[in-house]
């Protein structure tokens, strides 16, 4: 049989196809399940051995020029679908650019940036959790079951429904479940940060329902309130960017770290503005609270599933609100929520001024 002319024709109809559907019938008219090459490649298993050797490789040859083609064809029409696309979407790039740039950085992400900045420079990782939490993590695994007092003093915003498994679900009152989440999802050893919003129901000058803190936690072996007492004290020089910081760590409580410790730090007052640094026993100084913080409970540890004998550790946690307004000068914690653009071209951050250790965390370079 003469496949010379048959292939001629496919070829000159695959060289004439002029949109990629034509050419996709044509695939399924040639070498499709039913098509006339396929056909003839079925014929073989009928010829004899002879016949077979002198046809097989005529019409495997047919096969293979056409589909080549058919190939080749499909490139040429993809491209050219292409250029016409690209001729046809084009792009003014003479609009003129705004006479300004315009938004800055709020504060709080400004102060969220240069805690990682501090922190990831002594190893520590970024963690986050869910606002929306259970009341398991949020307060019965850091050792305030059911019952205890300090469940009352944290105004929680709790949801009408329970979660599938029967608990309570709630705003997080404080970053300090992202400790439990932490734990149980990462094992130990264990350094991190976890900034974010909490909740309660307050509202005045110094509390709005909404606001942000940064929770710490380090679980290794061995570790004690020497190294809580220098991690404190290393970030708070960073971040105030002055080294006459000096802390005061007073005994406290709370359900989740024993021991427990509250740290201040001294500042004094200049231009009616705390000014963070010296010794608040200073002539013209005073002490103020910055941080709340101790050793992970045993208990803690052994609710996110660690053996508290053979891991131990420190967590702290303190209001970024709070630090950002001490560190910038802000006097009304309300500005922060108001979007009042011209409160945040005033306190706002250049998106451009990234955080460094080496070029000052807070100030441009
Ligand atoms: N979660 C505590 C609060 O919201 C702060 C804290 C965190 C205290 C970690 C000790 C350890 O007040």
Same mark, same amino acid.
């Given at each position: 049989? *003469?496949?010379?002319?048959?292939?001629?024709?496919?070829?000159?109809?695959?060289?004439?196809?002029?949109?990629?559907?034509?050419?996709?019938?044509?695939?399924?008219?040639?070498?499709?399940?039913?098509?006339?090459?396929?056909?003839?490649?079925?014929?073989?298993?009928?010829?004899?051995?002879?016949?077979?050797?002198?046809?097989?490789?005529?019409?495997?040859?047919?096969?293979?020029?056409?589909?080549?083609?058919?190939?080749?064809?499909?490139?040429?029409?993809?491209?050219?679908?292409?250029?016409?696309?690209?001729?046809?979407?084009?792009?003014?790039?003479?609009?003129?650019?705004?006479?300004?740039?315009?938004?800055?950085?709020?504060?709080?992400?400004?102060?969220?940036?240069?805690?990682?900045?501090?922190?990831?420079?002594?190893?520590?990782?970024?963690?986050?959790?869910?606002?929306?939490?259970?009341?398991?993590?949020?307060?019965?695994?850091?050792?305030?079951?059911?019952?205890?007092?300090?469940?009352?003093?944290? *105004?929680?915003?709790?949801?009408? *429904?329970?979660?599938?498994?029967?608990?309570?679900?709630?705003?997080?009152?404080?970053?300090?479940?992202?400790? /439990?989440?932490?734990? /149980?999802?990462?094992?130990?050893?264990?350094?991190?940060?976890?900034?974010?919003?909490?909740?309660?129901?307050?509202?005045?000058?110094?509390?709005?329902?909404?606001?942000?803190?940064?929770?710490?936690?380090?679980?290794?072996?061995?570790?004690?309130?020497?190294?809580?007492?220098?991690?404190?004290?290393?970030?708070?020089?960073?971040?105030?960017?002055?080294?006459?910081?000096?802390?005061?760590?007073?005994?406290?409580?709370?359900?989740?770290?024993?021991?427990?410790?509250?740290?201040?730090?001294?500042?004094?007052?200049?231009?009616?503005?705390?000014?963070?640094?010296?010794?608040?026993?200073?002539?013209?100084?005073?002490?103020?609270?910055?941080?709340?913080?101790?050793?992970?409970?045993?208990?803690? /540890?052994?609710?996110?599933?660690?053996?508290?004998?053979?891991?131990?550790?420190?967590?702290?946690?303190?209001?970024?609100?709070?630090?950002?307004?001490?560190?910038?000068?802000?006097?009304?914690?309300?500005?922060?929520?108001?979007?009042?653009?011209?409160?945040?071209?005033?306190?706002?951050?250049?998106?451009?001024?990234?955080?460094?250790?080496?070029?000052?965390?807070?100030?441009?370079?």
């Amino acid at each position: 049989m *003469d496949y010379a002319a048959t292939g001629q024709e496919a070829l000159s109809r695959i060289a004439g196809a002029c949109d990629l559907e034509t050419l996709e019938g044509l695939r399924v008219e040639f070498l499709g399940k039913q098509g006339s090459i396929s056909g003839l490649l079925k014929t073989l298993g009928k010829l004899s051995p002879e016949e077979r050797k002198e046809e097989g490789p005529k019409i495997h040859g047919l096969r293979e020029s056409v589909s080549e083609a058919l190939a080749a064809r499909k490139d040429a029409l993809e491209s050219a679908a292409l250029e016409a696309r690209l001729a046809a979407e084009t792009i003014d790039l003479s609009l003129p650019a705004p006479e300004a740039p315009r938004g800055s950085v709020h504060p709080i992400s400004q102060v969220m940036d240069e805690l990682a900045e501090i922190f990831a420079d002594m190893g520590f990782a970024v963690a986050t959790g869910p606002e929306i939490e259970d009341d398991w993590h949020n307060f019965t695994a850091l050792n305030m079951p059911e019952t205890h007092p300090a469940r009352a003093m944290h *105004d929680t915003f709790y949801f009408p *429904d329970k979660d599938d498994e029967g608990r309570d679900m709630l705003l997080r009152t404080h970053t300090s479940p992202v400790q /439990i989440r932490a734990m /149980i999802a990462k094992g130990a050893p264990i350094r991190i940060i976890a900034p974010g919003r909490v909740y309660r129901s307050d509202s005045d000058a110094t509390h709005t329902p909404m606001f942000h803190q940064v929770e710490g936690l380090v679980i290794d072996k061995g570790i004690h309130l020497g190294h809580l007492k220098w991690t404190l004290e290393t970030f708070l020089k960073a971040y105030f960017e002055r080294d006459d910081i000096v802390l005061r760590l007073r005994p406290s409580y709370f359900p989740f770290t024993e021991p427990s410790v509250e740290v201040d730090v001294g500042y004094s007052q200049e231009n009616g503005r705390r000014v963070v640094g010296g010794s608040g026993d200073a002539p013209g100084h005073a002490w103020m609270e910055v941080l709340g913080s101790g050793m992970v409970n045993r208990r803690v /540890i052994a609710a996110a599933g660690l053996d508290p004998d053979e891991w131990q550790g420190f967590a702290f946690g303190t209001g970024v609100d709070r630090l950002a307004m001490l560190k910038y000068g802000m006097d009304d914690l309300r500005a922060f929520f108001d979007g009042d653009v011209r409160w945040l071209s005033h306190y706002g951050f250049s998106a451009l001024d990234v955080p460094t250790l080496a070029g000052g965390v807070g100030t441009p370079a």
